[in-house]
Nanobody, 125 residues
């Protein structure tokens, strides 16, 4: 039984930073899985933010690629999303997800197998 748990959300002023964490527990075959971050703002569709392969290769949404950094610690089964220079438009519920094998494109969020409950990020202007 795989579980995904995010933490680290909160409120910050524009220009500030936050770091989200995501821990995966349970058995995934060969320990081979992608970890991704998604977000959804009220009234908007879910958006893929960033994803990281087991070997460390990363992908980012254009809107965050110069400001956010995704990383992972395979030994701790943990992914991190460092969010810098936050903007009000970044306000959303952020979800961590895990997918067996390699990462699908960020717009293919439905390919991810396991999802966390989400953590709220609020950026005030």
């Amino acid at each position: 039984h795989v579980q995904v748990v995010e933490s680290g959300g909160g409120s910050v002023e524009a220009g500030g930073s936050l770091k989200l964490s995501c821990v995966v527990s349970g058995y995934i075959y060969n320990d081979y899985y992608c970890m991704g971050w998604f977000r959804q703002a009220p009234g908007k569709e879910r958006e893929g933010v960033a994803a990281i392969e087991k070997d460390g290769d990363t992908m980012y949404a254009e809107s965050v690629k110069t400001r956010f950094i995704i990383s992972r610690d395979n030994a701790k089964k943990t992914s991190y999303l460092q969010m810098n220079n936050l903007e009000p438009e970044d306000t959303a519920t952020y979800y961590c997800a895990a997918e067996r094998g390699s990462c699908s494109e960020l717009y293919l969020g439905d390919e991810y197998n396991w999802w966390g409950q989400g953590t709220q990020v609020t950026v005030s202007s």
